[in-house]
Antibody
Framework: QVQLVQSGAEVKKPGASVKVSCKLSGFTLTESSIQWVRQAPGKGLEWMGGFLPEEGETIYAQNFQGRVTMTEDSPTDTAYMELSSLRPEDTAVYYC?????????????WGQGTLVTVSS | DIQMTQSPSSLSASVGDRVTITCRASQSISSSLNWYQQKAGKAPKVLIYAASSLQSGVPSRFSGSGSGTDFTLTIATLHPEDFALYYCQQYYSPQHTFGQGTKLEMK
């Protein structure tokens, strides 16, 4: 059974960076891909980026380019999402999700989410 | 970016009703569309991928249709556990995008 377990909640000040981890079990990172989605309080889902099998590379959403870095550590089957220059509007729950499929892709399963609060 | 617009934004219905949610893309996306369900305080869960393929384990009362720019998610007979938020997502463009969501509430 595939499971993604994310790191705990974070509180950061504006201008700081946050690094969220996502540990995969039941699959290895070498045989799977991870994408990231966030959800501000009371708002909808926002795709942040990740590895796109159909493109064969990591793609970042234009809204986050220059501020986000997504990495993977294969020996520990852990993916990371680091967001820098944080502002209050980055307060959100951040989700990692496993990518299924190659040409047609979908996200399943998802991690439990990590709340990141940006406040002075 | 491809914009995804869902309608309605909210919907009141009763157990046993047939419900349809629509998702429109700002340009053709072929069949590159997924539907997700999200319950309060939980992560989203995929229901339909590639516009009409039912994800394993998802009840058959859920179905998806459409191609090009217009897509629908249909729940044939509403069950109590179906009251939730629903999102469409396109993956035709490398810049994947979600619709704004549809809240399905109990009447």
């Amino acid at each position: 059974q595939v499971q993604l377990v994310q790191s705990g909640a974070e509180v950061k000040k504006p201008g700081a960076s946050v690094k969220v981890s996502c540990k995969l079990s039941g699959f290895t990172l070498t045989e799977s891909s991870i994408q990231w989605v966030r959800q501000a309080p009371g708002k909808g889902l926002e795709w942040m980026g990740g590895f796109l099998p159909e493109e064969g590379e990591t793609i970042y959403a234009q809204n986050f380019q220059g501020r986000v870095t997504m990495t993977e550590d294969s020996p520990t089957d852990t993916a990371y999402m680091e967001l820098s220059s944080l502002r209050p509007e980055d307060t959100a729950v951040y989700y990692c999700a496993m990518v299924r499929g190659v040409i047609n892709t979908w996200l399943d399963p998802w991690g439990q989410g990590t709340l990141v609060t940006v406040s002075s | 970016d491809i914009q995804m617009t869902q309608s309605p934004s909210s919907l009141s219905a009763s157990v046993g009703d047939r419900v349809t949610i629509t998702c429109r893309a700002s340009q053709s996306i072929s069949s590159s569309l997924n539907w997700y369900q999200q319950k309060a305080g939980k992560a989203p869960k995929v229901l339909i991928y590639a516009a009409s393929s039912l994800q394993s384990g998802v009840p058959s009362r859920f179905s998806g249709s459409g191609s090009g720019t217009d897509f629908t998610l249909t729940i044939a007979t509403l069950h109590p556990e179906d009251f939730a938020l629903y999102y469409c997502q396109q993956y035709y463009s490398p810049q994947h995008t979600f619709g704004q969501g549809t809240k399905l509430e109990m009447k």
